[in-house]
């Protein structure tokens, strides 16, 4: 069962997808993601590229996010994040997008949207959050002071420095990694 844990909808139970392509956040890594992004979280625009069933961005919103823009290429995913959000009540302070990463991003930077959180959870091992760091230094959608926070497989390596991104720390827990990156100065 995949809840919110914390905020506004906390208790709120969150519909999943059977498949699987996708893997949701356990609670114990979700509560320690949340740690790290509590100074930054208030009236914050986030974006969740890699969404599923949008339990990131959800949580972000209930605990003081403005806006969440999510994004998964399953129509399925999309369909059960739009449910989610009703089922919140936060459907009025999002959006949902179907689309590869990289276009994504892309519209992201056409909207002028600006992020102050960036989620990045993608299929474990596939490199997809390097290339998401290489395509956002192209395409900014980044407040000043933003950050990427990265779930990946504790085994999965991860450069020091991505584009205009650099690796500030990872934890680990069990075999899920959170790595949180700044933008360069």
Not at 137 to 159: F, M, P, Q, R, S
């Amino acid at each position: 069962m995949v809840r919110v844990i914390a905020g506004a909808a906390k208790g709120r139970k969150l519909k999943t997808i059977d498949s699987d392509d996708t893997r949701p956040t356990l609670d114990r890594v979700k509560e320690a993601m949340f740690s790290i992004l509590l100074p930054w979280i208030d009236e914050a625009t986030v974006v969740d590229v890699f969404a599923g069933n949008g339990s990131l961005g959800i949580e972000a919103l209930s605990r003081g996010a403005e806006y969440a823009h999510f994004n998964d290429m399953s129509r399925q995913c999309c369909r059960v994040v739009k449910e989610n959000l009703r089922t919140t009540g936060f459907d009025d302070r999002a959006s949902v997008h179907n689309l590869d990463y990289s276009r994504f991003i892309q519209l992201l930077h056409r909207m002028d949207v600006k992020a102050d959180i960036i989620l990045l959870d993608p299929p474990y091992g596939k490199e997809m959050i390097k290339n998401c760091l290489e395509v956002m230094t192209e395409h900014d959608i980044c407040n000043d002071g933003c950050i990427v926070l990265a779930e990946h497989a504790k085994n999965d390596e991860l450069d020091e420095s991505i584009g205009c991104f650099e690796k500030n720390k990872t934890k680990h827990y069990g075999k899920t990694s959170l790595t949180l990156f700044t933008r360069k100065v």
